[in-house]
């Protein structure tokens, strides 16, 4: 089984429109969870971090629910500029390891 | 600013060369890791290094080799042992032991292709 898994997609949505993607992980142990956003060609970058309670940052809110070993990505009034690939990453519990999810892509259609 | 920068951006290798990818922080980050991207695919870690003079092999260390001499870098050679080697390579280094709350600083890659 792999540490963490998504839905690849690919997800394509008008602009306007709210996406949601969920990524779960097997390690219930893990502690820390991030979202990251990756443009073609180029390296990942944070996003936001994921935190027990929810979280929001503008129109993007994430959430994890510990119980089903899952997190969550909302992206509300979408724009051209959100396409991309977001990238789900939980540690391990030994250290700073981290394991990424192979990502879903998302193009926003005009 | 602080960062992480890798070199070359595009490096071209010959079958049974050996390359050597840098990778260099000024983030005082404690460790480092090098990551490979295939078309498609998630990334998988090669290695890692949590401190200097010391790393771990990741999950497809076979055909690469680390050094950790200084904190701020940490180069990947890239073998001839290496048989499928043309992809992205990215190097991340992170700020915290134990814990890691802050997730990674990714550097901007070096994509490897075999001519």
């Known amino acids: 089984r792999k540490e963490v898994e998504q839905d690849p997609g690919p997800f394509n949505v008008p602009e306007g429109a709210t996406v949601a993607f969920n990524c779960t992980y097997s390690?219930?142990?893990?502690?820390?969870f991030f979202w990251y956003r990756q443009d073609c060609r180029k390296e990942p970058k944070l996003l936001m971090s994921?935190?027990?309670s929810g979280n929001e940052d503008g129109r993007f809110t994430a959430q994890l629910n510990r119980a089903s070993q899952y997190i969550s990505l909302l992206i509300r009034d979408s724009k051209l500029s959100d396409s991309a690939t977001y990238l789900c990453v939980v540690n391990a519990n030994t250290g700073n390891q981290f394991y990424f999810g192979t990502g879903t892509s998302l193009t926003v259609i005009p | 600013d602080g960062g992480i920068t890798q070199s070359p951006k595009y490096l071209f290798r010959k079958e049974g060369q050996n390359v050597t990818l840098s990778c260099e922080q000024n983030l005082n980050h404690d460790a480092m890791y090098w990551y490979r991207q295939d078309p498609g695919q998630g990334l998988r870690l090669i290695y890692y290094s949590q401190i200097v003079n010391d790393f771990q092999k990741g999950d497809i260390a076979e055909g690469y080799s680390v050094s950790r001499e200084k904190k701020e870098s940490f180069p990947l050679t890239v073998t001839s042992a290496q048989k499928n080697p043309t992809a992205f390579y990215l190097c991340?280094?992170?700020?915290?032991?134990?814990?890691?709350?802050?997730?990674?600083?990714f550097g901007s890659g070096t994509r490897l292709t075999v001519v």
């Open positions: 390690n219930s142990a893990s502690q820390s």
């Open positions: 994921v935190y027990s």
């Open positions: 991340a280094s992170s700020i915290a032991r134990g814990t890691a709350r802050y997730g990674y600083t």
